[in-house]
């Protein structure tokens, strides 16, 4: 048969229905840290890539969550989580809110939540909802909590979203400290042009400089992996900074 380009066209069109040419969108939560406010199965199971696994589980206890940290700052466009599929608790995601948030809900008193969406009351074994966000701030955790004394169980959280920079930040300092398994290393003339590097390089919580280090600019999205180190300087962003509105200034000296 000759192939005419009616042919080809409708043979292209037919690959791209069956997924030939759809990439799925990267799932930026995978891996990333978790936390439950009561355990019982762990945190991580809820963000393995892996929601035919054990499920994140809390106890029984009031207002029960389970927070994402997505080490670094994102527009997040979509968020799916999914019911319990291994044993009998999907009924427990029932009525969760799904939200981000710029600060760390848990450590940060003042913290704002964008609520993005609500699962229904009634949830089976293995059901996906997803939600779509549309929040006007760069945000950096996800969570999923239940306004109700009982348990909270989730098989998995999965997170598309872009890397976004924000307008300024607070940082903290440590001294004779520095990130042991940096993402990035090079060579800036100083504290403040390592800082800017970080500020346009996202995700970037957390950075060391040394001035006469080679190289001896390091920057990270996890500040944990963190040693001592003379003569190093370590400089993390502040968790409760979102009501920073200044710029990057010179606080890296």
Not at 5 to 30: D, H, P, T, W, Y
Not at 180 to 192: G, I, R
Not at 207 to 233: I, K, M, Q, R
Request: proline fraction near 6%; charge should be neutral.
């Amino acid at each position: 048969m000759t192939l005419t380009m009616r042919n080809l066209v409708l043979a292209v069109f037919s690959i791209f229905l069956q997924g030939g040419f759809v990439n799925k969108a990267e799932n930026v939560m995978l891996a990333k840290p978790s936390k439950l406010n009561s355990v019982v199965w762990s945190a991580e199971y809820a963000n393995d890539g892996n929601p035919g696994s054990i499920p994140a589980r809390t106890g029984s206890t009031v207002n029960p969550y389970w927070q994402g940290d997505l080490q670094g700052y994102f527009t997040v466009h979509n968020i799916s989580v999914t019911s319990d599929v291994v044993y009998s608790y999907g009924q427990d995601l029932g009525s969760s809110y799904v939200g981000v948030s710029t600060d760390d809900s848990i450590d940060c008193p003042n913290a704002d939540i964008f609520i993005c969406g609500q699962c229904p009351e009634v949830v089976g074994r293995g059901d996906t909802f997803t939600f779509t966000c549309s929040h006007p701030q760069p945000v950096r955790f996800v969570k999923v909590w239940r306004n109700l004394t009982g348990i909270l169980v989730i098989a998995e959280v999965e997170v598309e979203g872009t890397p976004l920079k924000r307008s300024g930040s607070k940082y903290n300092k440590e001294l004779n400290t520095k990130v042991t398994k940096p993402m990035t290393s090079l060579t800036a003339a100083s504290a403040n042009a390592c800082g800017l590097q970080c500020h346009l390089s996202q995700p970037c919580l957390s950075f060391s400089y040394h001035p006469t280090a080679a190289p001896n600019c390091l920057l990270t999205t996890n500040p944990e992996d963190a040693g001592t180190a003379v003569g190093w300087t370590k400089y993390t962003i502040e968790k409760c900074s979102s009501k920073i509105t200044c710029d990057l200034t010179d606080q890296f000296k």
